[in-house]
């Protein structure tokens, strides 16, 4: 089903959709063909329709929309976080963890890794990660200023 067709059938909705078509292109994901799974009265019912749809069917392209959107866009970014259970370990009273990033097919283990799940951000060596071809957008990078 087009979003035209949902729009239509459902004003004023959050849907629940998955994507039977879509295509890529520039880190964009179009959505050229849909099927509504459940339509909800408020987004909170919504996303958690989601979410236990999601547990259930992880490899299913699944989204939340509302209908007064013109159009269904999905920017695509990818993901690089953790994805696995990990040994945690205390080191001097701060959890530390090792941690394996991949970058291009290639691979490094940093080990005592500090683990703060309340930080906005992650400071990386950065001549470890040069080792895998990760290097400093001087260009088109955003520089950052950290303190604390």
């Known amino acids: 089903m087009k979003w035209e067709e949902i729009t239509e059938l459902h ?13 890529s292109n520039n ?3 179009q959505l050229e063909d849909m099927a509504v799974i459940q339509d909800y009265d408020n987004p909170q019912e919504a996303w958690n329709g989601y979410k236990y749809l999601h ?7 699944l989204y939340v929309f509302h209908t ?7 920017v695509e970014e990818f993901f690089s976080g953790v994805r696995r259970r990990m040994k945690i370990q205390l080191q001097h009273g701060l959890p530390g963890i090792s941690l394996t990033l991949t970058h291009n097919n290639q691979s490094i283990v940093l080990q005592n890794v500090l683990f703060n799940t309340g930080c906005a951000a992650t400071i990386f060596d950065t001549d470890a990660l040069a080792e895998i071809g990760i290097h400093i957008d001087f260009i088109n990078g955003r520089a950052k200023r950290m303190y604390g």
């Not at 547990?55 to 392209?61: I, N, S």
């Open 68 to 74: 007064s959107r013109s159009d269904v866009e999905v």
């Open 55 to 61: 547990k259930l069917h992880p490899t299913r392209e």
């Open 27 to 29: 880190r964009v994901r």
């Open 11 to 23: 004003p004023g909705r959050f849907i629940l959709v998955e994507a039977i078509k879509a295509s």
